[in-house]
């Protein structure tokens, strides 16, 4: 498993090669100027060249790119100049917060998609079934920027459950120690109730939010895969030994059931993460989405590049991960 | 097996961690206020906190650079520029009166003969934040960053600064190049702030891009573009410890979120209200909308150099087909002004002479026949994304000149490429607003409607307008200045380069707690006057 898992790691590399001269191409060649971006509406054609000068956008492309590169290189990502910051610490401080929403939406979706997914699979044709079907169907439909801004006004706004939209944790609290920059694993981890409990009730609703389209693939995915197992010899052989149907339902045909829907979910990782630029927005969670919408619209290169390989290597290290969990799930599956 | 150990080292590795940490937040609440940091001292003013929710994070804190209004409104709480603006009441409301320049940090100033020279002097024992002394050497310092900033350098041209000079510890001369009314209107922005340069120099030249080092009100304890900016007062400030202990800005980009927090009470002040919210935030008796005329403008350009806008007719033509009560009530309900200058209204020296235009068809479609198409004739019309109202305004423009036989096909581009396009001075039409930083129509038609403006990028240019511009310029008596730009707005109207579409006004909701707000025609809030009663 070891060598298998360098040789995934060796092939990453030419994948992420590729990504970063497509980025970088990309960026460049869409229109818009970051140095007119930078200076202002009012300011004359002089100071936009010398800002431009500056920035080193008058080079040649390739000079540019080999900048790039050697910073790269040197462990350099360039600098946001629509937030006044390098990116290395915009990244550091606001990707833990997409991290910790798109984690805690995988964790809602699953939690309440596998089980629904297996009443109607076992269930099957039955009201529970519709009920689920339409539910998923309902998931995967509604927009999330309407929902986003319907659970803020129904919670915060009419019924005062929530807190307001506003951030991670209540202002007049202290962020949690960093240790992780998950501020609910953080605060779980120092022993600090009170911003576990401001963190959790700022994350539960853009979680929610952020998971349904994904907890109605995963429900419809559990049940079509759940649906398939069951009918197998190997289920009717549990059944004929006549173990409980709880036994043959969880021991026997779910953990063979898990292996697609294990798929589906590493594939919707990034799904979300790019889902979450909405949801971000309208919570006003100060995670990576809204940067990056930010940093395209003020055609600011160093973030979109930065932003772009990071979530590469991400994506590439949670396929790698799912691929290696499925060993763990199903010992017929060998790496070689 | 294998999973149990593997799940036992994890949390035995979690329980190690945890032991390594102390909590960030005092557990019982008894300890609540104690240790709530650095602010807990000052308890019995403790209640003087405000919030207030902003769209965006801001893009630096160096005041040579900043160039959007949270950057702005963050400089201007933690710096003093020499001079200020002075604020009059005008029905019950205190606006700002940029023409009556008031003495900050520099006590007094006088002029030359020929207004070339001004001598400031400065007030004595004001210091910075840091303690250093405010003096002259950190005055020219100050100027001779915003000489060679990115942002900033081209407002010490339109001051017409030609050199800084250090006479003693507290007196500053400064040589223009030539006469310039707009000077010390243009010393009062806060580009022109006056950065510690002590501090400066010790930090190293990115300080001041994510920290502030002024002698202002309030001292920066935090700012993350992401999220707030945090100021705490300045106790010892030179002109008294201001009335707030604390104000903290919330960056809430979702517009409807701003309401919601400020209807709730979350946040004591919320700019940048959309138009169709202030009915229900008024019908809140706990809020006050403070709603002014800005003079934020916004128009209808047409290239005057491109067929057929090149014909004054057909420009006219469009003047009177654009449905102007229509884009007043029904997109800006009600929160906007005609606009009947290239001026705004609330610029001193605004004139309405030869506006006659009104929603008329039948003049529309008379004044286009006699410019050679009764037929009409089909534009290309450039629509910048980023502003909801524009597209509204776009569409119903539209409809309208269908009309008259004009058919208007609208292209949408993202902000950053519409800016770009619009530099190469070929678009056809488009919209765009425009705010005069300095509220004076001499630097207000220099940019856009003088011949060779730097943002006259509708190619407008007659000879007429150009002579009386740079005769105003020149002149240093007042009257006969605003005689001459009433003159050359006049013949702008006249010609219509551009269909004046309003006026935007100033939106911020506040609660009735607050008091001490003014409006200041650069739409930045000013902190230090505010108090907020509990």
């Known amino acids: ?336 | 097996m294998k999973r149990v150990k593997l799940l036992s080292t994890l949390v035995a590795f979690s329980v190690m961690l945890a032991g390594c940490a102390s909590s960030a937040n005092p557990q019982t609440p008894a300890a609540t206020t104690a240790a709530s940091g650095t602010t807990g001292t000052a308890a019995p003013a403790a209640k003087s906190n405000l919030t207030v929710a902003y769209s965006e994070g801001g893009t630096t804190l160096d005041p040579a650079e900043a160039n959007d209004l949270t950057s702005d409104t963050l400089v201007l709480a933690a710096y003093d520029q020499l001079v200020t603006y002075g604020i009059k009441t005008e029905n019950g409301t205190s606006i700002a009166n940029t023409e009556d320049i008031q003495p900050m940090l520099a006590e007094s100033w006088e002029v030359n003969a020929d207004n070339t020279v001004y001598t400031f002097k400065l007030k004595s024992g004001v210091s910075f934040q840091s303690g250093n002394p405010v003096d002259a050497e950190a005055v020219a310092y100050s100027f001779d960053r915003v000489a060679k900033s990115s942002s900033g350098s081209f407002l010490y041209g339109m001051a017409a600064i030609k050199s800084v000079a250090v006479k003693d510890a507290s007196t500053v001369e400064v040589t223009l190049t030539n006469a310039n009314h707009n000077f010390l209107q243009i010393l009062a922005m806060y580009t022109f702030s006056i950065v510690d340069q002590k501090t400066v120099e010790a930090q190293g030249a990115d300080y001041l891009k994510t920290n502030a080092a002024g002698s202002g009100p309030f001292t920066l304890e935090k700012w993350d573009p992401a999220t707030e900016a945090v100021f705490t007062a300045n106790e010892s400030y030179w002109q008294g410890a201001p009335n707030l202990s604390k104000v903290t800005l919330k960056f809430t980009k979702e517009a409807s979120n701003r309401v919601l927090l400020l209807d709730k009470g979350d946040v004591d002040m919320a700019i940048e209200i959309p138009p169709k919210d202030v009915a229900s935030l008024q019908s809140n008796t706990d809020l006050t909308v403070a709603s002014n005329a800005s003079n934020r403008i916004l128009f209808f350009a047409m290239n005057n150099k491109v067929k057929p806008f090149d014909n004054v007719k057909v420009r006219q033509a469009i003047n009177y087909a654009i449905p102007y009560d229509e884009l007043l009530s029904g997109v800006m309900y009600g929160q906007a002004k005609q606009m009947k200058s290239s001026v705004a209204s609330n610029t001193p020296g605004f004139t309405d002479a030869g506006y006659v235009y009104e929603h008329n068809l039948d003049k529309a479609k008379e004044l286009l026949t006699e410019a050679g198409y009764p037929d009409g004739f089909t534009f290309d019309f450039t629509l910048g994304s980023g502003f909801d109202d524009w597209e509204d305004d776009a569409v119903l423009i539209q409809a309208e000149l269908a009309k008259i036989g004009v058919t208007m096909n609208i292209n949408k581009l993202a902000r950053a490429q519409f800016l770009e396009q619009q530099k190469t001075n070929n678009l056809t039409s488009y919209i765009s607003k425009w705010t005069s930083f300095v509220n004076d129509p001499g630097y207000h038609l220099g940019f856009l409607l003088y011949g060779k403006g730097s943002s006259n990028y509708i190619n407008y240019s007659n000879a007429e307008v150009d002579k009386l511009w740079d005769e105003a310029n020149l002149e240093t008596d007042a009257a006969k200045r605003t005689a001459l730009y009433e003159q050359a707005q006049e013949i702008i109207t006249t010609e219509a380069p551009w269909a004046y579409l309003y006026e935007y006004n100033r939106i911020v909701g506040m609660s009735n707690k607050i008091s001490g707000y003014a409006f200041y025609p650069d739409e930045v809030i000013r902190f230090y006057p505010l108090s907020i009663t509990e």
């Open chain 1, 1 to 336: 498993m070891f060598a298998y898992t360098l040789k995934r790691l060796v092939q990453m590399i030419p994948a992420l090669l590729g990504i970063i001269v497509i980025t970088f191409i990309l960026s460049r060649v869409l229109p818009g100027d970051p140095a007119i971006m930078l200076a202002g509406e009012q300011a004359p054609e002089e100071i936009v060249d010398k800002i431009r000068q500056d920035m080193g956008l008058d080079k040649p492309l390739y000079i540019q790119f080999f900048t790039y590169i050697g910073q790269l290189l040197q462990g350099n990502i360039g600098y946001a100049y629509h937030t006044g910051h390098t990116v290395a610490s915009d990244l550091a401080s606001r990707f833990p917060a997409t991290i910790e929403l798109t984690l805690a939406s995988i964790l809602i979706a699953v939690l309440v998609a596998i089980p629904v997914g297996i009443v109607a699979a076992t269930r099957k044709e039955s009201f529970l079934d519709h009920i689920s079907r339409v539910f998923s169907l309902i998931g995967a439909c509604v927009p999330i920027f309407w929902l986003g801004l319907m659970f803020i006004y129904v919670f915060y706004s009419i019924l005062g459950w929530a807190p307001a939209p506003m951030g991670r944790i209540s202002g007049d609290l202290n962020p949690p120690v960093h240790i992780t920059g998950l501020y609910v694993l953080d605060s779980i981890l120092s022993g600090d109730t009170a911003a576990l409990k401001s963190s959790l009730s700022h994350l539960l609703l853009p979680a929610i939010c952020l998971s349904t389209g994904t907890m109605a693939i995963i429900a419809r995915m559990t049940r079509s895969s759940m649906l398939e197992v069951v009918d197998q010899d190997f289920v009717r052989t549990a059944r004929a030994k006549g173990l409980r149907e709880s036994a043959v339902i969880y021991k026997h045909a779910l953990v063979n059931a898990l292996i697609p829907t294990l798929t589906v979910l590493g594939l919707q990782f990034g799904f979300l993460m790019g889902g979450a630029v909405i949801t971000e927005t309208i919570f006003s969670w100060p995670g990576i989405g809204g940067y990056v919408t930010d940093s395209i619209l003020a055609a600011d290169y160093a973030p979109i590049q930065a932003f772009t390989l990071v979530s590469a290597v991400l994506y590439c290290g949670i396929n790698l991960a799912v691929d290696l969990i499925y060993g763990f799930i199903d010992p017929r599956i060998r790496y070689e």
